[in-house]
């Protein structure tokens, strides 16, 4: 495994990989030499390039993980991909959805391995949850609703790439965390979202940014050097949502409220039961039913259903975490890989480029219905 983009996601791909106990992460690559020197001491990584496209052509990298901010993504995996590399990209795709419908039929053509990290569904209670939804416990599907919260932007002090249109794409919360929200909502319902309206907010509309700035999450504390930029993409949005079917649903998204660190939460309510599940809470899934009383089940592999059961690896009241259900993934990337990335072999949880160019249209739809006033607009096919 080779990673391309060393920076605050890049750790956890590494961690999870070197869990994996069969995948041996050879090189890495950053923005310079020397920042890349730096890393790869840091994390005791044996190669290191200024230039991504030398890690590509590195004989011994036959998987590319992508963790390049999102401007990036477009050229870094489409390299791999010609390369016929197997492609492991944190989401988002890419910055727009034509550049990640590009990406998806290049990589249909390589034929190779090819995976968006929506990490959300390598929970155990995340596929339990699925696995009843599927089974019709349920009954027919009404209602989907839920949030994706924080607070890390209410500073105005505090600027990040993913701000900037150029670096970033034109929306913030909705492609970096709004998507992982929809993504788990269709994953576990097994419908798709058919059309979106849309009502977005600015609340923190100018920022201080010191020359030094534009990490994953920098905060401006020097007096000196510091200037205010405008913000045009979004921090704070409420949506509602259409499903194929007819089950209707709602998600608030935003960055910007105190208090709330990483505050996701889906339910979907169906004609005979409910289920609710929180990510800062993910070791418990809440199931309400009409007429009895309601119950949570807590992760404890000899209760789950089979797919449920072998995401968890701990017995029960022993707990799993986010790191655990990133590793899930990732080693359900490596499994598809060892298949030959067979498109019958992919596990059935893991996320491809096909879900990350969705995802992305999605996004864009959102952002129209708002430009047009707060209108529903259709999900387009992809294509």
């Not at 995996?77 to 910055?95: E, G, M, N």
């Not at 995976?115 to 949850?129: C, H, I, K, S, W």
């Not at 592999?301 to 707990?319: F, N, T, V």
């Amino acid at each position: 495994m080779g990673l391309i983009g060393p920076g605050f996601i890049a750790a956890q791909h590494i961690e999870a990989v070197r869990r994996l106990g069969d995948v041996e992460v050879v090189a890495l690559a950053g923005s310079s030499l020397e920042a890349a020197r730096r890393r790869a001491a840091e994390w005791h990584v044996e190669r290191a390039y200024g230039d991504y496209r030398e890690l590509i052509a590195d004989p011994d990298v036959d998987v590319v993980h992508n963790t390049t901010p999102n401007h990036l993504h477009l050229e870094v995996s489409l390299a791999a991909l010609a390369a016929r590399k197997h492609v492991i990209s944190d989401k988002p795709l890419s910055d727009s959805a034509e550049h990640s419908r590009i990406l998806w039929e290049a990589a249909r053509r390589a034929r190779v391995a090819h995976v968006v990290t929506f990490n959300y569904r390598g929970n155990p209670l995340v596929q339990e949850a699925r696995s009843r939804v599927s089974r019709g416990e349920l009954g027919p599907l009404c209602y989907v609703h839920g949030q994706y919260l924080q607070d890390w932007l209410s500073d105005e002090r505090v600027y990040s790439w993913r701000l900037d249109p150029a670096r970033g794409g034109a929306s913030s919360a909705l492609r970096d965390i709004g998507s992982h929200w929809c993504d788990l909502a269709e994953h576990v319902t097994g419908l798709r979202i058919e059309a979106v309206l849309a009502d977005l907010s600015t609340v923190v509309a100018r920022r201080e940014v010191s020359a030094a700035a534009g990490g994953t999450f920098s905060r401006t504390t020097a007096t000196r050097g510091r200037r205010k930029v405008r913000i045009a993409s979004e921090d704070l949005a409420t949506v509602l949502l259409r499903f194929h079917g007819g089950a209707k649903g709602c998600v608030a998204v935003g960055q910007v409220l105190p208090g709330h660190k990483n505050d996701l939460q889906l339910e979907v309510n169906g004609r005979e039961a409910s289920v609710r599940w929180l990510q800062e809470r993910q070791n418990e899934l809440w199931v309400g039913r009409f007429g009895q009383p309601s119950m949570v089940i807590g992760k404890d592999p000899s209760i789950l259903c089979a797919q449920a059961a072998r995401y968890a690896h701990l017995p029960a009241g022993h707990q799993e975490g986010w790191a655990d259900a990133f590793r899930n993934v990732i080693a359900d990337a490596y499994q598809w890989i060892r298949e030959g990335a067979r498109p019958r072999a992919r596990p059935a949880a893991l996320a491809t480029f096909a879900d990350g160019y969705r995802s992305d249209l999605l996004v864009e739809a959102m952002l129209a219905s708002h430009a047009a006033g707060g209108v529903w607009r259709k999900i387009p096919l992809p294509g």
